[in-house]
Each structure stands twice: as structure tokens, then as C-alpha cells.
């Protein structure tokens, strides 16, 4: 219903808005803002909040309100920021996991014990569940949803009532920084996985060095997140839309403008397909193939990274 909602929203406001010179000054006042050298501050390690520079001590709190305004409209965020596609994005991703088909890195005839980060609202842990149950016939797989955002995590709860997981022992959820996984063993994990959430971290290579630390050897690191387009016609729309629409159709439809600008800025502060394989290499994994997948052009990307058995 949000969905359908934003679709005539943008018909009917958003193209003639795109059509004037506001929209293109908006455009293009963040797009050179992407491009400005960040200023520093005088005190501490500073990091990027969208394209404002901040200490780090203080983007996790700032996320963190993010988060906490989006929590209840997020498939309708996610909508907005992959044109409705991002559902067909995430089965496709569960899809090439394959969970529940055997044991990533065990003999022993047991389901595989799976990690959801920044998975809050149970969307990935749910698809996960679902294809081993109904393609694999596995009852043993386990998945607990990770989030730093307890708003987040009472939605994943919410809408776990729906699935045949609510009480079942299959799902659990906990609450944890991602650069923190201190109640997450080491080499304890068979598979990772994080959908559009790793952008929004403070330090996103301790983020990875924890993904290597709990997983087992052999386990998966698998990533779905915004990248870059590699179309030069279609990222001038697509960033046209980011910067142009999402914005505003956050104000229309959530009254929450602010919220929807950051996230489009971080997409455009996240690194390339390339520089993001690098880091995840850099954090210990090997990469199949050249690394990624692009999706839809490029507008998201699945990066994979195996923790080596020695």
C-alpha cells in the first residue's frame, strides 16, 4: 500500500518538480558536496555522516536516529531507493546463498548456524528460513537478526508473529554493534549476511575483521548494498531520482526529508565495487571471481568473501 502510495505521489508531484531548475540546483549543490574535500575537526578520528563530516563518536548516535524514524516505513524507504525492485534483489540474493543445503564447513548432518547484521526487520532472515525450509527440506538452520537499532528490531520482532518462526527455536534476535560482535564466538558462524546496512557503519573494515573473526573457516561473507552504476546514461537518472525525488517523496509520504537525504548521500559516499572487494580481501576473505555481482546496472551489487580453511 506505501509503495503504491509513493508511485502516485511521484506521477503526480515529483516529475514536474524534477522538471524545474529547484530540482537541478538541488542536484547539483550535492553533487559537488560529494565531491568537496571534508573539513576536519580539530579534535578525534572523523568519519562521513552522508556528506557531512563528523566525529566518529557521533555517526552512530546519528544513524542510529535514522533508523529510528524509518523503522516502521522501511520497505517503503527501500522501495524509494531501488524503484520498487529491491524485493526481487533480496530473493535473488537468498537465492545464491543456497542456505540449508548442506553444511558450509562441517560434516556433521546439522543445520547451518547464520548471522543476519543490520537485519533489524527480519527481511533476510525470513527469505533465509523459508528457502531452506520449503527448497532444502533443512529444519535445523538457525538465524539470528543482529542490529545495533532496538526500533529496528522490535519491527523484526513484529513482523516475525506473520512466519511460522515467531517462537519456533530458528530465530533468534540481538541486539549488537556490528564492530563489536563480543557475544558472537569466534569461528562460530557458518554464514553472514548483510543487506544494505554495512554503508551505515562507523568503520566499516572492523566491521569486516569481525565478519572474518565469527566466521568459521570455509564460512560466507555475503553483502547486498547500493553501488555504483556503470552506465553513464542511467546513473545520470538514477541520481537525478536519488538526489531529486527520494528526498522529497520522504517529506510527502513519512514527513521525514532529512532522513531520506542521508541515505541517498551515503549511497554516494560508499565505495566502488572494486574498492569494496579490495577491503573485504584486505579483512583476511577470498573472492570468487572478480568479486561482485552487479544488479540492475550496477544500482546494487552482491560481494561474497570465503574465510579460508587454514
Known amino acids: 500500500?506505501?509503495?503504491?502510495?509513493?508511485?502516485?505521489?511521484?506521477?503526480?508531484?515529483?516529475?514536474?518538480?524534477?522538471?524545474?531548475?529547484?530540482?537541478?540546483?538541488?542536484?547539483s549543490y550535492s553533487t559537488r558536496q560529494a565531491k568537496e574535500q571534508p573539513r576536519q575537526i580539530e579534535h578525534g578520528r572523523t568519519t562521513?555522516?552522508?556528506?557531512?563530516?563528523?566525529?566518529?563518536?557521533?555517526?552512530?548516535?546519528?544513524?542510529?536516529?535514522v533508523f529510528s524514524s524509518v523503522?516502521?516505513?522501511?520497505?517503503?524507504?527501500?522501495?524509494?531507493?531501488?524503484l520498487g525492485i529491491h524485493r526481487l534483489w533480496k530473493d535473488h540474493f537468498v537465492r545464491s546463498l543456497n542456505p540449508g543445503s548442506h553444511p558450509v564447513s562441517s560434516n556433521e548432518p546439522k543445520g547451518w548456524n547464520i548471522l543476519d547484521i543490520a537485519g533489524g526487520t527480519g527481511d533476510i532472515a525470513f527469505r533465509i528460513l523459508d528457502h531452506a525450509t520449503t527448497i532444502n527440506n533443512d529444519h535445523q538452520s538457525h538465524v539470528t537478526v543482529s542490529d545495533i537499532n532496538p526500533e529496528m528490531l522490535a519491527e523484526g520482532r513484529k513482523r516475525s508473529m506473520g512466519t511460522p518462526?515467531?517462537?519456533?527455536?530458528?530465530?533468534?534476535?540481538?541486539?549488537?554493534?556490528?564492530e563489536n560482535l563480543s557475544t558472537v564466538n569466534s569461528d562460530s558462524v557458518d554464514l553472514y549476511t548483510v543487506a544494505f546496512g554495512i554503508r551505515?557503519?562507523?568503520?566499516?573494515?572492523?566491521?569486516?575483521?569481525?565478519?572474518?573473526?565469527?566466521?568459521?573457516?570455509?564460512?560466507?561473507?555475503?553483502?547486498?548494498?547500493?553501488?555504483?552504476?556503470n552506465n553513464t546514461v542511467f546513473n545520470a537518472f538514477y541520481k537525478r531520482w536519488s538526489f531529486g525525488a527520494i528526498p522529497l517523496i520522504g517529506q510527502l509520504v513519512a514527513g521525514d526529508r532529512g532522513s531520506y537525504q542521508y541515505l541517498v548521500e551515503s549511497i554516494e559516499k560508499f565505495p566502488t565495487q572494486r574498492e569494496f572487494t579490495g577491503m573485504i580481501q584486505e579483512a583476511g576473505f577470498m573472492v570468487p571471481g572478480q568479486g561482485w555481482e552487479d544488479l540492475t546496472g550496477g544500482i546494487a551489487a552482491i560481494h561474497k568473501g570465503i574465510k579460508p580453511l587454514q
Open 71 to 82: 523503522a516502521s516505513s522501511y520497505d517503503t524507504m527501500n522501495d524509494l531507493m531501488s
Open 1 to 27: 500500500m506505501h509503495s503504491r502510495a509513493c508511485l502516485r505521489a511521484l506521477k503526480t508531484l515529483v516529475l514536474p518538480e524534477l522538471r524545474g531548475q529547484q530540482q537541478y540546483r538541488c542536484l
Open 200 to 229: 551505515n557503519f562507523t568503520n566499516k573494515q572492523i566491521a569486516l575483521k569481525e565478519a572474518f573473526r565469527v566466521l568459521k573457516p570455509g564460512g560466507v561473507f555475503a553483502c547486498l548494498e547500493f553501488s555504483k552504476v
Open 165 to 178: 518462526y515467531a517462537r519456533a527455536e530458528r530465530l533468534g534476535f540481538l541486539e549488537a554493534n556490528a
Open 48 to 65: 562521513h555522516f552522508g556528506f557531512e563530516t563528523v566525529p566518529e563518536s557521533a555517526k552512530e548516535s546519528k544513524v542510529g536516529a
